[in-house]
């Protein structure tokens, strides 16, 4: 097995950054398989647990508390623990094989993986406004200045709440870039990192 096929890339990302349509594309790049609301389909129909709940569970932004309070499958562990300790395992899982995982805290989860890469997105507000405003489809319906700024509270306490770190700390991932003008072709600085990082500058077929 190459260096190249040990590794699994996680993407952690602003609201309006872009980071489904990068991390999609970095997929291709590498010729990998992506995941990102896949995710709870997998962990739903593997636990049998309900898919809409588990997107509750990923919308909540409960207060951080102590990280490991409540934690595990124990008595102590409230659903949306369990929900989230599930999921997780199937992070864990997926990651036995080459992919790319969006959200899901996918960077901490796999914190021990020996070929993890985890990247952070960001963009500047007037790039995210513009995206989150043209593509209603994608992104939850309503004003996207309020938009961004809950979703972003929601997230940094989600993954607060879940890890006991700070979301969007540059120690906590290898890589930031600014995605808000390269919008998809991110990816491709994304990839290129990879490819140096592994020794395999210039891609697989290099």
């Known amino acids: 097995m190459s260096r190249m096929e040990k590794f699994v890339v996680t993407i952690s990302r602003e609201y309006g950054s872009g980071g489904h349509a990068i991390g999609k594309r970095l997929a291709g790049l590498l010729d990998v398989p992506f995941y990102d609301r896949e995710v709870v389909g997998l962990t739903a129909q593997k636990y049998a647990v309900d898919a809409e709940r588990l997107h509750e569970m990923e919308e909540q932004s409960k207060m951080p508390q102590p990280f490991g309070r409540g934690g595990g499958l124990g008595a102590f562990a409230d659903s949306d623990d369990r929900l989230f300790i599930l999921q997780s395992q199937t992070v864990i899982e997926l990651a036995e094989q080459p992919c790319v995982i969006v959200g899901r805290c996918a960077d901490f989860v796999l914190r021990d993986h020996p070929g993890r890469v985890s990247f952070f997105l960001y963009s500047g507000m007037k790039q995210r406004l513009v ?7 994608f992104y939850q319906p309503g004003d996207p200045a309020q938009m961004v700024a809950k979703m972003d509270r929601r997230r940094a306490a989600y993954y607060k709440y879940h890890t006991g770190q700070e979301w969007g700390r540059p120690s906590n991932y290898h890589l930031c870039v600014d995605a808000g003008l390269l919008g998809p072709k991110a990816a491709g600085l994304l990839a290129e990192y990879i ?4 020794g395999l500058k210039g891609g697989p077929g290099a």
Not at 131 to 137: C, D, K, T
Not at 195 to 198: C, D, N, P
């Open 131 to 137: 995206r989150v405003a043209s593509q209603p489809a």
């Open 195 to 198: 490819w140096l990082r592994t």
